[in-house]
Each structure stands twice: as structure tokens, then as C-alpha cells.
């Protein structure tokens, strides 16, 4: 694990324990609850984990490293940017397998910009979540409005990525 990777953790670990410790003041079972909960939840979120990284693991191995970096390599420019951002809105997946995926894309030579560009479609377009919840619940109008709204924001993520990165060295890969 990377120092950063270890500081963030350890963040979210003494954010846990302050939590923990106010539920145990209320002394009306919060904590009993919520470290029951936790671990009902960890139960139901091991396998899915190590099953992403395995897939991952095998797609990395399987998965050829010169179209990635061709595509959306750190010489891609806007135009790996572009079709990282393309790609990004339609993976079909919570970050249990995005984030795997990620990870493949960084190891077969995926620039920082277009990771930024991947992740931020992924996150904020995301056509399959449109398709099954967003069109469904909220209707065809505020789904087409929000998407026609966010299509420029994954490009503008990775050409201010870009940008900061003249400014600020990024260590990439990051491990």
C-alpha cells in the first residue's frame, strides 16, 4: 500500500472511531447496532472485492497494453481525453469493477488526464444507471437535460488535469 493509500485509510478509520465513540455516548445501543451492521456489511462486500481485483488481475493479463496507450495514452491528448470520456459513461458497473478496470487501464499505459476524464464519465454519466433508474423514475426530460448539462464536464476534468499536472509533477503510474 502507498503512503497516501495508507493516510487515507487512516483517515477513514479515525473518522469511524469519532463516529463509534458518539454512538457509544447516546448509550442507546447505536453502536452495538452500527458495528453489527459493519459487520454484515464487510460479510456481504469481501467476496465482491476479490472477485473485481481477480477479474481485474485476469484482464490485465489479458487486456493488450499498446491499443490502451495509443487511445488514451499520456500522448493521447484531447483526443484520448475525448475517448476516455466516451468510454467512461458506458461501463456498466458500480466501483467494485470500474475501479479494477481503472487499474488495468493505469498498468496498460493509460495517461493521468484520460483516467480523470474515464472516471469522472463513469461517475457522473453513467447511461447504464440512466437507462434502468434515472429515465424511469425521474423521466425522459430531467434525464436528457442533466446529460445534455454533465457531457462536458468528464473532457473538462481531463484538460484541467492536464493543466495541473504542468504545474504540479504527478507521480503516474501512482504505485
Known sequence: MTSSAADGTL???GIALVLMAIAARRR???ARLGVKLTVERFIEVLPRVGLALLSAGFIGRLMPGEPVAR???PESGLVGIMIASAVGGFIPSGPMVSFPVVVVFVQAGAGFPQICAFVTAWSVLALHRV???EITLMGWQFSA???ISC???PPLCGLIAEALTWIY????PPW
Do not use: E, Q
Open 11 to 13: 483517515i477513514i478509520f
Open 28 to 30: 442507546d445501543g447505536s
Open 71 to 73: 487511445f488514451i495514452g
Open 131 to 133: 437507462l434502468i433508474y
Open 145 to 147: 437535460t442533466r446529460l
Open 151 to 153: 457531457l462536458i464536464l
Open 169 to 172: 509533477p504527478i507521480k503516474w
